[in-house]
Nanobody
Framework: VRLVGSGGGLVQAGGSLRLSCVAS????????MNWYRQTSGEQRELVAT???????YYATSVKGRFTISRENADNSMHLQMNTLKPEDTAVYYC?????????WGQGIQVTVSS
């Protein structure tokens, strides 16, 4: 499965962006969908998770500002990011995971200016 990401860019602090990843084929609903981010020299950080149950997890730093979702109809997943802060600047990666099988999108650059 190939994941192709889009939606990054440069935005001012307080602005919004919506990241998307589209899969080359249908991803079963039992897969966990994740968004990670990574800054230079740092480890990749889990930002948000959407479980097959519909439950979600958000990192403390983004809770209340970011929303993860998926659209099975078009094999896509999204990360709506509101009230962006300079510290949200990073390369973002989408991921689909189930029992050791993991698919990654290419990195999406997000830059938030102060």
């Amino acid at each position: 499965v190939r994941l192709v990401g889009s939606g990054g860019g440069l935005v001012q602090a307080g602005g919004s962006l919506r990241l998307s990843c589209v899969a080359s084929e249908s991803i079963p609903s039992f897969y966990t969908m994740n968004w990670y981010r990574q800054t230079s020299g740092e480890q990749r950080e889990l930002v948000a998770t959407l479980y097959s149950s519909g439950n979600t997890y958000y990192a403390t730093s983004v809770k209340g500002r970011f929303t993860i979702s998926r659209e099975n109809a078009d094999n896509s997943m999204h990360l709506q990011m509101n009230t962006l802060k300079p510290e949200d600047t990073a390369v973002y990666y989408c991921n689909a995971y189930n029992m050791g099988r993991s698919f990654w999108g290419q990195g999406i650059q997000v830059t938030v200016s102060s």
